[in-house]
T-cell receptor, first 115, second 111 residues
Framework: GAGVSQSPSNKVTEKGKDVELRCDPI?????LYWYRQSLGQGLEFLIY????????KSGLPSDRFSAERTGGSVSTLTIQRTQQEDSAVYLC?????????????FGQGTRLTVV | QKEVEQNSGPLSVPEGAIASLNCTYS??????FFWYRQYSGKSPELIMF????GDKEDGRFTAQLNKASQYVSLLIRDSQPSDSATYLC???????????FGAGTTVTVRA
């Protein structure tokens, strides 16, 4: 596709359920980021993948959060045993490489609501 | 110290005026700097990038970079109500090239 694609656009889940959020980056982009944005707040970094390097997981808020990237392309962010404070917009971005000159482009986001 | 800092605003300017947004960063070796615009309820959109000291102009937008002072700014000339948004400054860190964002400055252009 032409841009970063995220699915679903909206997700409502019950507290305690697990959810999976998907990100399909721009073709050929080796770097992929996940961010979280709560209402009226800034971007909170979650995790960063660059090529075959070990991901930077330093932003994951708890061990209920995990992410993987298969074949260097599609990424899935999984939240286990969701809590109400997990409600936010989850944004994915990709960039062509992990070099310094790396313009990142965002998907439209997944709005997660935990009820 | 945060890696990227911005004044949160809100910054209110009259239509037709210049809006000036500032950003400082802590990683002295950073080489790449980006400005994103985010409308309410939308995802961030890249509007400018700058890699060299000095000014870079694109339409009504000018990015200014001063690496010695670790400072990058964005000027919006002839501000329009459609420029009302949150502007995010982002910097690529030197250790792993991860993109680090500031908290954003909210701009309101008064008609």
């Amino acid at each position: 596709g032409a841009g970063v694609s995220q699915s679903p656009s909206n997700k409502v889940t019950e507290k305690g359920k697990d959810v999976e959020l998907r990100c399909d980056p721009i073709s050929g982009h080796t770097a992929l980021y996940w961010y979280r944005q709560s209402l009226g707040q800034g971007l909170e970094f979650l995790i960063y993948f660059q090529g075959n390097s070990a991901p930077d997981k330093s932003g994951l808020p708890s061990d209920r959060f995990s992410a993987e990237r298969t074949g260097g392309s599609v990424s899935t962010l999984t939240i286990q045993r969701t809590q109400q404070e997990d409600s936010a917009v989850y944004l994915c971005a990709s960039s062509i490489s992990g070099t310094e000159y790396t313009e990142a482009f965002f998907g439209q986001g997944t709005r997660l609501t935990v009820v | 110290q945060k890696e990227v800092e911005q004044n949160s605003g809100p910054l209110s300017v009259p239509e037709g005026a210049i809006a000036s947004l500032n950003c400082t960063y802590s990683d002295r070796g950073s080489q790449s700097f980006f400005w994103y615009r985010q409308y309410s309820g939308k995802s961030p959109e890249l509007i400018m990038f700058i890699y060299s000291n000095g000014d870079k102009e694109d339409g009504r937008f000018t990015a200014q970079l001063n690496k010695a002072s670790q400072y990058v700014s964005l000027l919006i000339r002839d501000s329009q109500p459609s420029d009302s948004a949150t502007y995010l400054c982002a910097v690529t860190l030197t250790n792993d090239y991860k993109l680090s964002f500031g908290a954003g400055t909210t701009v309101t252009v008064r008609a």
